[in-house]
């Protein structure tokens, strides 16, 4: 598929395209903010949608640094800028739209019960550094969160403040680099498998290690024998998932767990997966030393078009003191913060975030699991698994699975069913999109070809996911029967049809910019 | 074109007396894709062979390129910044990298020559 | 239970199509001593009536900062976040969508993420931005590496007035990613260790203690050494009124920007932003939305530039960020957009005019310092005693007074962080000036 070429696109061009999810009523193109008719209007004309009281009159102190210049930003009204995003946001699928069966990233359903808890005035309005004694109930809270995550883990400490999955995870390799070097060992290279997620070897890479990567056997789980040929005293660490990227569970991680002590290094476990584990499997039992949790996958908490997550670490006994800033600590007068190193923490390797972490995030998923309860977790990692392998069944016949046996909450497919027709694992997932879904995650993990990763969740209903599968079939049906140009000019009904990445990659259009040069006053 | 030399990272060396150009092979180019950036060495850098002396950029994958041959850098292709759609047209022509004053010739020694390098490419191809 | 549509006879049907004989069945690749017995040590699931009910109890045993008077910053604000913001940010194609990975079915994020990159360079005066950080302390540390990068240099000079928790993740980050950072005393101190071994400088405006300074000359040192000059920016709203880190000649601006569109909430999530020049572009951590055609040459919105990030570059990554803060990125930009120009600069201008009200009012109370003579919002007093037991005893009497400076920098035991913003009334600056005054008499 070559770009099309000599594009003006910086021209607005208006059109008319459904909203995602096909079988919506026709819409109007949005403008940008800044193209909105009326947007530049100047002095009396201007919109607001805002009504703030006019300013005291005071002699400023701002040591002559007043701006001089305009902003250039455009002014519209609260109807106009409330229509806008209304309208923007008809253009997104979204979890709430349909199933979206992303491999890796446990799409479950946001509840909007956390929402509401979240919202408390008594939690939103809570300022970071207000004086403990006034934020007792916020301390309580992620205390209770802690002993949850701690529970469900099976490990001994938690460290709360990281603010997403990968910030987790250099918070883990930071720890087991901290321990390290307080026993003086200094060790030079991370083992990571060639299944893992991309930000396992760029956070190794930030921490200051080499990446050697483990392939992985037919069964689709590391190959131990090749992990331990590349084991050495010069291995801080080896970075695991668990089950693995391939939805599968690496059933040797006992063993690898002890050939990596075996040489003093430590196990990361990358814990995106945690979904399929809930209440049946403590990752602690499985020998690992650090381990990060996605609130947004496994909690529940919203992905929001991209963050924000929440990255909770759970530690073993010998990486707690290592701990990012701050603790909460329970003391005779009520929960505490430590929040230098001193004390008890005076270990710890310091603050990787302003303030505490990410206290709206701990307050959805704390009201998720308060739903479920330790008594329905099994049943929420069991309805997972038992969705994601109802897909297998129902599909290996016309798709091609990777690895012989049953998935766990994820199953992995590869482009061998496509063959000879010419349509590419990027065609197929396009043309799910006009059949009104999300497609699943496409070329990841990068150890097959093509890979498609489904991960439809416990919240998928039965008839949901026939509805998917009969969608998935005949898709499956017309590739076989190389309807190859159907498949290369999909999507046909989605509010944009395939967009032009190389053009936006050689000649990046960051921003909008006005057309002509603003004549305000330097 | 018995000057030209390949190395397994896909670059091609081009020697012309003491001078020598440098590009990524055609088999690199489409693997790599549409090309949309090519990070290009500084004139005047010294790089040394088989460590890296630039990157090139996909929009689905991003490469190291490696330096066949240690040296200083004495050119680089401009054109790359406005177009770099002629890696994947011309890689071994209009889309070379850059040019070195080459150290030490005798470096050339262990690269592969055309045959070599099309039987290397063959190898890889049935994955 | 109230999430989990399958019933017990689609799981009957289910296995059968599977042909398993249970859901456990399911879960026999996991060796039998691995798996749980029972459930764990938790409480039961409850429905909606007894959670509200719990949390809600949590939360009346916090003292909301909106609910009392309440003069807290040192890098978190309180203002005003207009009521369409929360219901816009709530709509669920915004709430509950992923990352824009296939552009067309999201659309609606890539145009927000897009209208955000653009605010972002225009309040900054930035050339472009990217779509967002976890928060302005990591996004400064990644302001860093990112300087190391250009400059292949490893040795940073951080100011002595750069909020203490963005500098405290700055050193984290260098011990473990390898490079130096010195805090030189002061800033003419700072200006004299400016050579060419540092890859930047990293200034806060306004500082950490409130104080607005122009920066010009310093960036012109940084320049001059081949250095970039870095500004982090806690108060978003000072853009406002304030001349921009880029008419100063920064290269990169870093901000927290919590102050637009999102509430307090003990902390987090926040909103990093990352600006910078053109000419460094692909040396951007994070995503980056851009614009392009599809196939029918209609205008759409894509991420791009995508080969610096994780997924592709894997370990040599400009950084390992995935997920960043795109619902804040939202909140943040549906505010600005309501606020527009006039709504923007008036904000920031009731913000300073209430702040000089009441530093007005409190630099005449017995014994009180006023330590910071040009400021935004925020400005610092030293108080004859230590500032925290008299913020401790305001605080029981329902008064949020500052953040006494200790918190963070233990050595300044005397002084006391206060903030005004356009929700500070006349009757709170009336009733901390009383407290104050009583509380040091």
């Known amino acids: 598929m070559s770009a099309p070429s000599d594009k003006d696109w910086s021209k607005a061009v208006s059109g008319f395209r459904p909203a995602a999810g096909g079988g919506r009523d026709l819409q109007d193109d949005e403008p940008l903010l800044f193209e909105a008719e009326g947007a530049y209007f100047n002095g009396a004309s201007s919109r607001c949608g805002v009504d703030l009281p006019a300013p005291p009159k005071v002699t400023d102190r701002l040591g002559g640094l007043r701006r001089q210049r305009k902003i250039g930003l455009p002014g519209l009204s609260e109807p106009q800028i409330v229509r806008h995003y209304t309208r923007l946001s008809q253009k997104n699928y979204s979890i709430d739209t349909g199933i979206y069966p992303l491999g890796s990233c446990t799409m479950k359903y946001n509840p909007r019960l956390n929402e509401k808890v979240a919202r408390l005035p008594g939690f939103a309005s809570l300022h970071p550094l207000q004086p403990l004694t006034t934020v007792q109930g916020a301390l309580v809270l992620m205390d209770r969160l802690a002993t949850w995550l701690k529970t469900i883990t099976g490990m001994p400490a938690v460290a709360l403040s990281p603010a997403a999955g990968a910030h987790g995870e250099i918070c883990g390799m930071m720890c087991i680099r901290a321990a390290l070097e307080a026993r003086g060992d200094k060790r030079s290279r991370v083992l990571v498998p060639e299944s893992a997620h991309g930000t396992n070897p760029a956070t190794a890479a930030a921490c200051g290690y080499a990446v050697d990567p483990i392939p992985a056997n037919e069964r689709g789980r590391v190959d131990l024998a090749a992990l331990k040929g590349n084991l050495g005293p010069d291995v801080a660490a080896i970075m695991l998932t668990n089950p693995n990227t391939c939805g599968l569970f690496e059933d040797e991680s006992l063993a690898i767990a002890e050939a990596v002590h075996g040489v003093g290094a430590f196990f990361y476990l990358d814990g995106a997966n945690l979904n399929a584990l809930l209440g049946r499997v403590q990752p602690g039992k499985l020998g690992i030393d650090c381990m990060h949790m996605n609130l947004h996958k496994t909690f529940s908490t919203p992905h929001g078009g991209g963050g924000p997550g929440s990255g909770p670490v759970a530690l073993a006994a010998s990486l707690a003191p290592y701990a990012p800033l701050p603790w909460v600590v329970h003391q005779d007068q009520g929960f505490a913060l430590l929040e230098e190193c001193a004390g008890d923490a005076a270990q710890s390797l310091g603050r990787i975030k302003a303030f505490h972490g990410q206290m709206g995030m701990f307050i959805r998923a704390l009201a998720f699991l308060m739903s479920h309860g330790g008594d329905g977790l099994a049943r929420l990692s069991g309805d997972a698994v038992l969705n994601a392998n109802y897909l297998l069944a129902s599909l290996k016949d016309v798709l091609t699975p990777s690895f012989a046996g049953g998935a766990m909450h994820e199953v992995l497919f590869d482009d061998r069913f496509l063959g000879e027709t010419g349509v590419t694992t990027l065609d197929f997932a396009k043309a799910l999109i006009d059949e009104g879904y999300h497609p699943m995650t496409m070329y990841f993990p990068l150890i097959v070809h093509g890979a498609l990763l489904v991960e439809p969740t416990e919240n998928e209903s039965k008839e949901s996911l026939d509805r998917f599968i009969a969608a998935m079939r005949d898709l499956a049906a017309r590739a076989a029967k190389h309807d190859t140009e159907f498949f290369q000019s999909a999507p046909h009904r989605a509010p944009r049809r395939r967009l032009d990445e190389v053009g936006a990659a050689r000649k990046p259009v960051l921003r909008w910019r006005p057309e002509a040069k603003s004549t305000a006053a330097e | 074109m018995s000057n030209i030399r390949y190395t397994k990272d896909h670059e091609w060396i081009r020697v012309d007396g003491n001078e020598a150009t440098i590009g990524i092979t055609d088999f690199a180019q489409g693997q790599l894709g549409d090309i949309v950036f090519v990070e290009l060495p500084e004139i005047g850098r010294k790089v040394e062979k088989g460590k890296e002396a630039g990157v090139v950029e996909s929009v689905k994958a991003a490469s190291e390129v490696y330096a066949p041959a240690s040296g200083e850098v004495t050119a680089v292709n401009t054109g790359l910044a406005d177009d770099p759609a002629q890696v994947n047209s011309d890689a071994m022509g209009e889309g070379w990298f850059y040019k070195i004053k080459l150290a030490d010739a005798k470096e050339l020694g262990d690269l592969m020559d055309e045959a070599a390098y099309k039987a290397f490419t063959a190898e890889q191809d049935k994955h | ?441």
């Open chain 3, 1 to 441: 239970m109230r999430y989990l549509p399958l019933t017990e006879e689609d799981r009957r049907a289910m296995l059968g199509v599977i042909g398993a004989k249970s859901v456990d069945d399911l879960f026999g690749d996991i060796p039998a001593s691995l798996r749980l017995k029972a459930p764990l040590d938790l409480p039961k699931g409850m429905g909606e009536i007894e959670i509200e009910r719990e949390l809600a109890a949590l939360a009346a045993k916090n003292m909301a900062a909106g609910s009392v008077p309440s003069f807290l910053g040192a890098g978190a604000y309180r203002h005003h976040v207009p009521a369409a913001v929360d219901y816009l940010v709530q709509r669920g194609e915004f709430l509950t969508s992923y990352t824009p990975y296939q552009p067309e079915i999201a659309q609606g994020t890539l145009q927000v993420l897009f209208e955000f990159q653009t605010q972002v360079a225009l309040i900054t005066d930035m050339e472009v931005a990217n779509a967002s950080m976890y928060d302005g302390a990591t996004a400064a540390a990644e302001a860093v590496m990112m300087a190391n990068r250009v400059t292949r240099r490893q040795k940073a000079l951080l100011a002595a007035d750069l909020h203490p928790h963005y500098r405290a993740v700055i050193e984290t980050y260098g011990r473990f990613n390898g490079f130096a950072t010195r805090v030189p005393r002061d800033i003419e101190a700072l200006a004299a260790s400016i050579d060419n071994t540092i890859s930047c400088v990293v200034v806060q405006n306004p500082g950490f203690f409130g104080d607005v300074r122009d920066y010009a000359a310093l960036a012109e040192a940084c320049h001059k050494a081949g250095a970039l000059f870095v500004v982090a920016v806690a108060e978003v709203v000072s853009l406002g009124l304030i001349k921009p880190p880029g008419a100063m000649g920064a290269d990169i601006v870093v901000a927290e920007g919590q102050s637009l569109g999102n509430a307090l909430e003990y902390g987090g999530p926040y909103l990093g932003l990352f600006a910078t020049r053109e000419k460094f572009m692909r040396q951007m951590p994070g995503r980056l939305t851009g614009q392009t055609v599809d196939a029918d040459g209609l205008r759409g919105f894509v991420l791009t530039l995508s080969a610096r990030e994780q997924h592709i570059r894997r370990e040599k990554a400009t950084s390992n960020i995935c997920t960043n803060s795109g619902l804040c990125a939202l909140a943040f930009s549906i505010h600005l957009a309501l606020l527009g120009e006039l709504g923007f600069t008036r904000l920031a201008e009731l913000n300073h005019a209430k702040a000089v009200q009441l530093a007005e009012r409190l630099e005449k109370l017995p014994g009180i310092g006023l330590m910071t003579p040009s400021f935004f919002n925020e400005f610092t007093l030293r108080l004859p005693r230590p500032a925290a037991p008299i913020v401790d005893t305001l605080a029981a009497r329902g008064i949020l007074a500052g953040v006494p400076v200790s918190r963070l920098l233990p050595e300044r035991t005397n002084d006391l962080l206060v903030t005004a913003t356009e929700l500070t009334t006349d009757a709170d600056m009336e009733a901390l000036e009383a407290a104050l005054r009583g509380a040091l008499t």
